[in-house]
């Protein structure tokens, strides 16, 4: 069974900084992977995804992320952090192969100071 | 179109009671999924319905059930609560299976809170 672990449970950055939340994941071959956002009071909304081919995707509001198979990690970065993007993020992963829920991390809480 | 809507949004409920949580997935979309999110916990996943089968469960006691419909629409319940049963209950739905696609569509959530 696959397992998700973000190593940060909570970040803060100032505005304008670059960002980096780490996901580390465990699967015995390749999976899919996801980054989701949740704002407070809210539901999650997708950053972006993994699936094949090219390792570094680019998601919304500026993020990206980077499939390394070797590190077993599918790291998140934005180039400069606005004062919107505080909020909690999670990396999940899924299975290529049978029929398998998703699993999510426990997130990392995101705040952005001026 | 319409995103994954749920209701209620907030309900308080006392030990012991029976709660039912309602969920209306994205029109065209067959596989809807519940996570329980709680701060120590996470998210975790409770069950998957697609085609009103339940394709997956999650380790959670029976008290926790849940079915589909044949419009896709979903219900979960949780009978006798207890207080570690306050959350926030997430619905999610996707095109296919979990297992297909992956990519989940999450509501914005229903908080119960048990007292």
């Known amino acids: 069974a696959q397992s998700v672990t973000q190593p940060d449970i909570h970040i803060t950055v100032s505005e304008g900084a670059s960002l980096e939340l780490r996901c580390n994941y465990s699967?015995?071959?390749?999976?899919?992977l996801f980054w989701y956002v949740q704002s407070p009071g809210q539901g999650l909304q997708l950053l972006l995804k993994y699936f094949s081919g090219d390792t570094l995707v680019q998601g919304i509001k500026g993020f990206e992320a980077e499939f390394k198979r070797s590190q077993s990690s599918f790291n998140l970065r934005k180039p400069s952090v606005h004062w919107s993007d505080a909020a909690e993020y999670f990396c999940a992963v899924g299975a290529h192969s049978g029929n398998t829920p998703l699993v999510f991390g426990k997130g990392t809480r995101l705040s952005v100071i001026a | 179109k319409a995103g994954v809507t749920q209701t209620p949004r907030y309900l308080i409920k006392t030990r012991g009671q029976q709660v039912t949580l309602s969920c209306s997935p994205i029109?065209?979309?067959?596989?809807v999924s519940w996570y329980q999110q709680t701060p120590g916990q996470g998210l975790q996943f409770l069950f998957e319905?697609?085609?009103?089968?339940?394709?997956n469960k999650g380790n959670f006691p029976g008290r926790f059930s849940g079915r589909q419909f044949s419009n896709s629409r979903s219900e979960m319940n949780v009978s006798t609560l207890e207080l570690g049963d306050s959350a926030l209950y997430l619905c999610?739905?996707?095109?296919?299976?979990?297992?297909?696609?992956?990519?989940?569509?999450f509501g914005e959530g229903s908080r119960l809170t048990v007292l």
């Open positions: 999610a739905s996707s095109a296919g299976t979990s297992g297909d696609t992956g990519e989940l569509f």
């Open positions: 699967y015995g071959a390749t999976p899919y």
């Open positions: 319905y697609f085609s009103e089968t339940q394709r």
């Open positions: 029109s065209g979309h067959r596989s």
